[in-house]
Structures are given as C-alpha cells and as structure tokens.
C-alpha cells in the first residue's frame, strides 16, 4: 500500500518484535487472558480523559473544531502521531485529498402565512443558493413509499422555482434532490421519517443539482400540515464551501506479530466543522490511543500483528478508511483477520451498542462477513461478565466499518449512540432521560469536555484493551460456532454518519 508521508520508527520503549514472528506462543489461550487483564486493568478513561483534554484545546487554538482538511485535524493527527512513535510503534501518514466542505449559511423560515423560522441542517456536497438565499412557494411531494424518487411523484410544472417538501425514505437524497431538480424545482428540504435532527449527505459534489436542506420529523410534518391549508412561502437560503484540501490517516503497528494474521482497529479523529467533537470522536480516538499506549508498556511480544488506524474524512463519506481498504492489494486484505470500529463510545445520554453480526436482531441491514457473529459474541460475553448491560445495533454503514465489510473482512465494535431518541425501555436499563437524544450536542459547538459520559467512556476503553489483549494471541474465537440469539436490536443508532457508506451522522437516504 502507498504511503505518502515517511514511516518513522522510533528505538522501542517496550515494544518490542517477537523473537519468533508469525509464530503463535505456545498457549495463545494463556498468552491472551494473561494480556487482557494487564490492559483492561491499566487502560482507563481517566488517562483517556488526558487525551481528550489535548484535542479539546487543539480545538480551542483552531476555528473550533478539529474537521479533516483543517489545522485542527493537522494538530490532533501530529499529537496522534507523536504518542505512538514515542511508543515504539512503526507510524505512518496515510495521505490523499478530498473535498472540504463548511456550512456557510443554513436558514429555512416561513414567510405567509404566519412568520416563523425553521430549522434545517444544510446537506454536505449542496450546490448553494445565492447569498441572501431565495423566497418561492413550498410544495409537498405526495407521500408515499417512495416519496420524491420517481419524476411521476412531481406534477407537471407544478414545482418550477419552488422549494420541494420530500418526506425521507425509499431512495437516496441525492436521488430525491436530483428529481425535483429536473422537475423544475430551485431547492429541496428533505423531512425525517424518525424523531432526531437530520444531517445528510448527498454523497459527493457532482451529485448535486440543487440546494438541498434536512428538517426534523417535527418541523416536516408540521409544513405539510400549513401545505394543506393553503399555499405556503418560504425563505430559504443553504450555502457550504467547498474545497479540495489534503489530509491524512494515522496508521501504527507493532513491529512484531505475524502480519498473516493481522489484528485491526480503527476510529475516526475528525470532527464536524460545527464543534470540537469531543464524543464524535475523540471519545474512540482517545480511548484506542490509551489502549495502544498500554500494550506499548506491557511485556508482551504480540503472535499477531496489532495495527491501530485514527482515520480522517469520516464525517465527509468514510473516505479515509475509504482510501485506505482501496489501495490494499488481495493479500493484504486476506491478511486482516478482524476490524474493531469504535465511533462515539462516551455519549451523555448514550446506551450501551455492539454491533449486531450476526443480524440476530433481524433490523436494517444484513449480518457482517464470516466471523462478524464472533466479534459480537466475544464483545457481549465480555460485557456480561463485567456486568454491563448492552444491546444489538444495526450495521448501518455510518462509520469506518463499512469499507472493511464491503471487502468482506470481518467487523464489529461499539458505539453509545449519535442523534438517535433514548427510548423509555432504553432508559429504564441504562439509566439517563427517554425521549432525548444518546447525544443532544450530536455534531454541534457543544460536544466538548462537559459532553463526555465517563461511565461509557471507561466501559467502551475495557472493550477495546479486553480486544486487543485477546486478539494479540489468540484468534480461535474466531471459528468458534456462535449459538443464534435474537435480541432486541436498534436501526441507525450506531455511528456517527449514517446509511450506505456515509459518514458518522450523515445519512444518505
């Protein structure tokens, strides 16, 4: 694979290659529970915390917000960089381009017949309306199963130089955007079909063709309603920069370890442009970092090739993992044994998520590639015997699994939920408040220090060094048969983007 930027290995501390490389200890078994007890004893959100304190003042002294293409990003990936070199790790730059993007404007209001503003979250990759916006008529596409997929769903010449009101489902809202405009439409506002804020995307520039909004499922209803007592005029301005910018992935690996049987685990360490995500993500990002620093100290000479991934462009579509899993040749992929994603795992108002493998629970999407049930299992096991309650959530394609499984290497991990709406059966198992988001400061200014759940965050840290030190030796979990279990699994709570290979809280359909 192509490394852009120069591969530093620095005198190992602690770290240190296995005298015997590709070869397994003699009782892996053993080897494994004696390393997932140092780690899970010695990683903590305490020292995690440190981190996070790290990213929240790169952020301070940047904008804001530590977005891929930004010098937040920048600072963070060298803080990232500098940890793991020091470490002993081998540390690598994985560089390439993309296109930044930043909400300039996103303003929604009704202008006849009665006053009021409306909130909309501007979609990434919109084309933009002039500055000042514009001020047209709104029309409601007809609902149905497929709202706004089909050219039958707009009337002839009924949307030319308005503003289109889609419902969300059934298709893309690149494909919904992309029919108004050819009906004649000069912008979209796109409705959620669930409770939360709705943060798309449109998947990339060229896809779309005109300025494009998300409402919530409140606000949407609620004009469809006005709609059907008489006609409606609204004020509508959406603008986002967007530019081509560089940015990079931080990749690091034990030098030792049988690179035949790679173990690989990743988070996302951009944030929005809107705050400092300090939960979105630096929680994972934090919380791999201390893991890794850990096993750096241990005196154990890993059979298996550990490699840790901080990922850029998440929240722009996944590109970084992306990138990264294109340019891997069929034997490097083979090579990967498992993928472990950790995305959002300190939520304030979150819920205990392992992905569901397996597709036990039977919601959304289908079961991850052989071996996916295991991870499962393994996470749950280990959280039974902590103690921990937990439940399945849904391989939604929000965050940086989704290359991995598309390729067919096993995937797994845990998230404490994004924009998703705490249920009261939910609250009365993990405690906090039903009918309010996992994370109400979910891609905004406030998803600082004070948007951290300890509790999760040191929970989720256990999970990884608990993975880590298992994986490190020991992959026979891996073939062990899994026994069926139907839970009771949740749609699009896991992640921070959202359906098909977008990014974390940025759906595409």
């Known amino acids: 694979m192509a490394v852009v930027a120069a591969t530093a290995l620095a005198t190992p501390l602690l770290l240190a290659a296995s005298p015997n490389p590709g070869r397994p200890a003699h009782d892996p ?52 960089y500098r940890q793991l070199q020091r470490a002993g790790y081998k540390v ?42 514009l001020t047209a008529a709104l029309v409601a596409v007809p609902v149905d199963e497929t709202t706004g997929c089909e050219a039958t769903d707009y009337a002839s010449s009924a949307f030319t130089g308005k503003i289109a009101l889609i419902k969300r489902g059934g298709c893309s809202f690149a494909e919904k955007q992309a029919a108004a405009a050819e009906a004649g439409a000069a912008g979209a506002v796109i409705y959620n079909n669930v409770e939360g804020v709705l943060s798309g995307t449109l998947g990339e520039v060229a896809a779309g063709k005109i300025p494009t909004g998300g409402l919530t499922q409140e606000e949407g209803e609620k004009l469809a309603a006005d ?28 030098p030792g370890g049988s690179t035949a049987r790679t173990v690989m685990l990743g988070a996302h360490l951009d944030s929005v442009t809107e705050g400092p995500g300090i ?17 750096a100290k241990s005196k154990s000479n890993p ?14 579509g996944l590109i970084g993992s992306e990138k990264y899993v294109a340019a891997l040749s069929e034997k490097q992929r083979e090579q990967i044994a498992l993928y472990l994603n950790f995305d959002m795992i300190a939520s304030p108002n979150g819920v205990q998520f392992v992905f569901d493998g397996d597709n036990s629970d039977g919601v959304g999407e289908g079961p991850g590639p052989e071996g996916s049930a295991q991870l499962e299992r393994d996470i749950n096991e280990f959280l039974d015997g902590k103690g921990k309650p937990h439940e399945g959530t849904d391989f939604t394609g929000r965050s940086d699994y989704g290359p991995f499984i598309e390729v067919g290497i096993p995937s797994g991990g845990t998230d404490t939920g994004a924009e998703g709406i705490k249920t009261a059966a939910q609250a009365e198992v ?10 109400p400061c979910y891609h905004a200014a406030c998803d600082d220090l004070d948007n951290i759940d300890m509790g999760h965050f ?11 030190g298992t994986y490190a030796h020991d992959l026979r979990s891996l073939t062990r048969p899994v026994t069926p279990d139907t839970g009771t699994g949740t749609p699009g709570s896991g992640g921070s983007g959202g359906g098909l290979r977008e990014g974390h809280g940025r759906d595409a359909e």
């Not at 899970?40 to 929240?56: G, P, W």
């Not at 930044?100 to 996103?106: D, G, H, I, M, N």
């Not at 939960?279 to 850990?294: E, I, M, P, T, Y």
């Open 29 to 80: 078994g053993k080897e494994a529970a004696k390393l997932s007890r140092e780690l899970v004893r010695n990683a903590s959100a305490r020292d995690a915390y440190r981190h996070l304190q790290q990213f929240q003042a790169i952020a301070d002294s940047t904008d804001g917000h530590r977005a891929a293409g930004s010098l937040g990003h920048d600072a963070s990936a060298a803080y990232v």
């Open 92 to 133: 690598s730059y994985e560089s390439f381009r993309f296109t930044y993007t930043e909400t300039l404007a996103e303003k929604l209001s009704v202008v006849t017949p009665t006053p009021r503003d409306v909130s909309i979250k501007a979609m990434t990759y919109t084309p933009s309306t002039e500055v000042g916006g």
């Open 227 to 254: 709609l059907a007592g008489g006609e409606v005029t609204v004020s509508f301005e959406i603008r986002e920069l967007q530019e081509d910018r560089p940015t990079r992935n931080v990749i690091a690996e034990t």
């Open 279 to 295: 939960n979105d993500n630096g929680s994972g990002s934090a919380g791999l970092l201390d893991v890794a620093l850990k096993l």
């Open 303 to 316: 059979a298996n090739k550990v490699r840790f991934a901080w990922w850029s462009a998440e929240e722009n």
């Open 430 to 439: 993990f405690g906090g408040e039903a009918g309010i988001a996992y994370d």
């Open 458 to 468: 040191d929970t989720n840290i256990d999970v990884i060094a608990n993975a880590v």
